[in-house]
């Protein structure tokens, strides 16, 4: 019996001492606080205790989970497959949009029209049977990387987020991801990349077609029955897939902010809410509301005050960006 | 030491004796069948395995989990509202359907058109918030008895099918629902009913509309987006909320039948599939597929013998169909 306990206490303090679970966290406030709101949700007795079946949370992707800068992912997947198609259409060389994309003029794609966009999306995104699609974004993730880092897309996860999603996951929590990004290219990843199964990744959709084939059925993309899941349409799509409220949300723009706004307003719970904001150039971007500033994060960084929403300031709050095992970031000077 | 063997042993023994997980079922094929499946798919080293992560399965509702005749329930609550909205709406009483939903004609109800029906949906599902709505669901329910049975709706779950959802779920099966229903009119109900949380109910469903209020935020519920969630809609809807490939498929009609083909040409699984044959007039209903025919279930019943598919012969198969406790069924002599 005694070597038992002398066993047990050996491994419960080894166990506390060496695993943070936030370790990516610098000890700022913004780490502190998640942490107290954790304990308290999950406290019995804690006034502001959330019972385990209530404990939904939802994140965004594009510059939430993994960088959205200077293209998001998709697109460079979208302009990656552009090229990889065009010898099979000869004819695209005659489209400007298109033909600038097989050059790499990024100036002519950067000046693109939603409907330019639009045309390119569904050229790599409809047409193919899902399980075909599926392929394609596994395949290029495996031949791809990200130009400014030299890392695979599916590397660079922010370290922080993820362990902060195995935290919440850990304390009872279901992630979801609530996001622009098309939901099928984002289920390819989700799984390995942040332990979240496709059914809890919700994004932009279309409907596919049902078919019976020779020797079995298939389903086909098609760009019927477009749903942009952005700004006002994700609470939209919460309530649509996961039929209920979130008790804490993650974003990273004023995109996100109907997002937060509908948490916000849970009435069964003391919620939470988060957003990233970009301000590490040396690391990763500083991009949404410093000068030049794209206007992403105005509004969402106004109301953070107000309703008491966490702001983590990537540069100060983060002691990595990403899992420097799989993406070491050399500091630009 | 001694005396926790003989207890582990007794637990052991009295917990095998005790409980038959399909006490409901009688035994037959139907349920051999369901039995012989489970345990090769869950036992390790079998050449039919399927790993955890993998095993979702599927059920249609209306006629496979609760009764769809002579009306369905959700049809049967927009009725209901109809007669209960009436009062505020003098100018219902100039409408010939509406009309004849007030004064219970049900002959005049039943040769409604398609466009009639959408206008009965339309009052009742929509242009309240999305809890306005749970909350009407969840009055009605507890106001309101099937008249041939006397009995609440939420207790008229099949007792055999629910038993199938707990087995399957004891055995690491992930259970969804995918019906033609409404998707927020089953959330109201699944969880208690079927043990299914919100998320893992998919339905017909129409978009809703976000705005902020002055205390906080709504979804007003619209028939915008409608989506029919029937048919070769069925795998459409899988796709795109469950995002994987189903291992076993319930349903009870030809509107089932691509739910079921989808399902049964996952290439990586041995599949189950199940149709519930409505054979039963004394206890329930007769009336899939016997003269007179609603022709629900012709190719269905074709196909099962085809591709092996388990025809559960309600009359046969089933020991009870309602829980006794619950909703006590006297046979018509």
Redo the contacts between chains.
Sequence with gaps: MKRTLIAALLLSLCGTAAADPLSAWNDTASKRAIEAWVQNATKPGSDTFIPP?KRYVVFDNDGTLWPEAPLTFQIQFALDEIKRLAPEHPEWAKDPLLSAVMKGDTKTIAAASQKGLMKILALTHSGMT?GEFNQRVAEWVTSHKDTRFGCRYDQMGYQPMRQLLDYLRENGFKTWIISGGG??FM?VLSQKMYGI?????VGS?S??????TD???Q?RKTMQ?A?NDDA??K??AI??????RPVAAFGNSDGDL?ML??T??N?DAKTFGLLVHHTDAAREYAYDSHPPASGKLVEGLKQAKEKGWTIVDMKQDWKTVFDPAQCPVKPIP
């Excluded at 309530?239 to 209920?244: D, W």
């Design positions: 079946e899902t939901i099928d289920r199964p496709p059914e809890q990744v959709f409907l596919s077609e049902f078919s019976l020797n079995g059925t389903l029955g749903f006002t349409s609470p939209v309530h649509l897939f996961m039929g209920q109907a706004q509908y916000a307003a009435p």
